[in-house]
């Protein structure tokens, strides 16, 4: 399951990459407002002396590879606990632990 998830996640990223527009930090200071723009419907890749230096992309898409991020890392803290061998706390004994009965 975690590998179907996280390829997911991954095609989705690499459509975002690909479809990247590059700009040099020269570039994107003259056209700053027009780089916001863009960055509202896909990436943009900001390069210095032809290195890699930043990315300026959407809040929605943030928020969205954030989430992804943080759905990796629980279905991967599953798997982890899947794999756990030690002896098992019934649920109606944490429950009664907890007080929630």
């Given at each position: 399951m975690s590998w179907i998830v996280s390829n997911l996640y991954i095609s989705k990223l690499f459509l975002y990459?690909?479809?990247?527009?590059e700009l040099s930090v020269t570039e994107a200071r003259e056209q700053f407002p027009a780089l916001l723009n863009q960055a509202a419907k896909k990436p943009v890749w900001i390069t210095r002396h032809g290195v890699?230096?930043?990315?300026v992309i959407s809040p929605e898409l943030f928020e969205e590879l954030?989430?992804?991020q943080e759905e990796l890392e629980d279905i991967a803290a599953v798997d982890e606990a899947m794999l756990d061998e030690s002896p098992k706390i019934p649920w109606a004994q944490v429950?009664?632990?907890l007080k929630l009965d």
């Open positions: 990459i690909i479809a990247m527009k890699d230096v930043a990315v954030v989430s992804a429950k009664k632990d």
